[in-house]
């Protein structure tokens, strides 16, 4: 019963890793060709509200002003918002040097980001708003591509493609960033064309204002809840992929997997504050992406555990559960390697930081699902720079 129990967990374990990493790829790809929902855009220009949040964000604000005011997109229809919460630095002094240009400062108290967001949405005059980082700096075209796509009606959200620039002096764990991008924007535009991708990108999102509904839990992805929000009113979520905000690669490995973990942890709770969406037979195959990405994703490094425990039991029963052993014995042996030279000519090796990014962000998601269940909440911001 014992060896069953093993075989079973080996086996199940193997099918569930596929199934996130290549199996829903596949059907989604299948799904998206079935479907093919192309968005009927037009080149408009309807009032925009950008918002963007701040807290403390002095080195890299004025920056982010410059870079809006110089897009191509008429001014008299672009209202600029900075959402000041509780900063402490020079960020306010530095927003309102450009009050002359129509930038308006909202400094609040120090509350949190989405309650920043909300009471900006409330002074906000357009009819589309678009949320962006601070840090986050936009090509000339981005704004049009992005609202481009709400001349179609079923669209309620746009989320935008965030890239990254490369920069040398980052550890490894930026390229490994970089890598798995790559790979996020493709299955972005296939869930697409599906219908909706999953949520938006804080980098850069936008939705229609009437469809905007505060979130009623603080503690989730602000992004995540103000997106969703758009597929539970029965609008589509999609992706435009010519809309670019450029953001620095991934920081300090340290400093990245305290990140994870708590975007994961606050995605995870965002999830449960958007369980109705779970329902496939109301949302179709938006449920599946939901469930599949957001849920079962987070669930890897377990089903690791297991994998790895389970064909070192069996490994000396057959040659199969053997050579599983090995193999991931040298690639966690590789992801060690990885991290030890992360900072050298040797961390960016291939077959070294995809180890050990792979490891990062699948231990950051298990220590943010423990946390999770151990009902830890990260109800603050604290943007890492």
Same mark, same amino acid.
């Given at each position: ?12 374990s ?10 829903f ?20 220009t ?54 002359d ?7 609040? &108290? ?21 949320? *962006?980082?601070?840090?986050s ?56 064309l ?6 938006? *990108? ?13 979130p009623?839990?603080?503690?989730t992805?602000?992004?995540?809840a103000i *997106? ?5 009113q ?6 435009? *992929? ?18 994870k973990?708590?975007?994961?942890n ?13 329902n ?24 690791l ?12 029963? &057959? ?8 193999s ?15 900072? #050298? ?7 070294l ?8 962000? #699948? ?23």
């Open positions: 019963m014992g060896s069953n129990l093993i075989t079973f967990g080996f086996w199940f193997i099918a569930a890793i596929i199934y996130v990493y290549a199996g790829a596949l059907l989604a790809a299948i799904v998206a060709r079935l479907r093919n929902r192309q968005v009927r855009k037009q080149p408009i309807p009032q925009v509200s950008l918002i963007i949040p701040a807290y403390n964000e002095e080195a890299s604000i004025a920056g982010k002003i410059e870079n809006i005011l110089s897009v191509d997109y008429p001014l008299e229809s672009l209202e600029i918002i900075v959402a000041s919460d509780g900063s402490s630095d020079a960020t306010n002094s530095i927003v309102a040097s450009y009050a240009l129509g930038v308006r400062l909202l400094s609040f &108290a120090r509350r949190g980001k989405i309650f920043a967001m909300n009471d900006a949405v409330q002074q906000a005059t357009g009819e589309i708003l678009v949320f *962006s980082d601070a840090t700096l936009l090509e000339k075209q981005t704004l049009r591509q992005l609202v481009s796509n709400f001349a179609d009606p079923e669209v309620g959200g746009v989320s935008g493609r965030m890239v990254y620039t490369r920069q040398t002096e980052r550890d490894s764990s930026g390229q490994g960033e970089n890598l798995y991008w790559s790979y996020a924007v493709w299955l972005k535009q296939m869930k697409s599906t219908g909706s991708i999953v949520s938006a *990108s804080g980098a850069l999102h936008a939705i229609r204002r009437d469809l905007y509904q505060p009623t839990d603080t503690a992805t602000d992004d995540f *997106s969703t929000a758009v597929v539970e029965g609008y589509r979520l999609v992706f435009e *992929s010519e809309a670019r905000a450029h953001e620095e690669p991934a920081p300090a490995a340290a400093s990245e997997f305290g990140r973990v708590r975007m994961m606050r995605g995870l709770r965002g999830v449960i504050l958007r369980r109705r969406l779970l496939p037979f109301r949302y179709g195959f938006y449920s599946v992406s939901l469930f599949s990405q957001k849920l079962l994703r987070r669930l890897v490094p377990f089903f555990v297991i994998l790895f425990f389970s064909s070192f039991l069996l490994s000396t029963q &057959a040659a199969p559960y053997f050579a599983a052993f090995v991931q014995a040298i690639f966690y042996t590789s992801a060690i390697v990885g991290y030890l030279v992360r900072n #050298n000519r040797l961390g960016k090796l291939k077959f930081y995809i180890p050990f990014f792979y490891c990062l962000a #699948n231990a950051a998601a298990l220590v943010a699902v423990v946390k999770l269940v151990s009902g830890i909440r990260v109800e603050q911001w604290q943007p890492q720079r």
